[in-house]
């Protein structure tokens, strides 16, 4: 059963452009490197463009939390703090059946 986490942030409008590229080499970055990161993707509110959201299954829990202890994750949240407004996490588990 694969373990769902979507993070929520808004920016501050003069960084966007700097976030895309950057969460860009991020996602590549956890996909290549991270054997339990199975899919990352980066949506962008289509009213709000200093909305966005990050799409993560990852294979467990301890790969989720792997994710986030990771010398690239760490320096992605040190990098962009400054550019962040608020930012919200949520985490889902996938239905069996579905």
Not at 15 to 26: L, N, Q, T, V, W
Request: charged share 35%; net charge negative; glycine share 2%.
């Amino acid at each position: 059963m694969s373990y769902v986490h979507t993070a929520h942030l808004v920016l501050k409008p003069e960084y966007i452009d700097r976030f895309k590229e950057r969460i860009r080499r991020h996602a590549m970055t956890s996909l290549a490197d991270e054997e339990g990161c199975l899919v990352f993707r980066t949506l962008q509110d289509r009213d709000d463009p200093t909305r966005f959201m990050m799409f993560e299954v990852y294979a467990d829990q301890a790969a989720d939390m792997a994710h986030r202890n990771s010398p690239h994750f760490k320096e992605l949240r040190a990098e962009i703090d400054d550019w962040v407004v608020s930012r919200e996490w949520w985490f889902w588990e996938e239905f069996p059946e579905s």
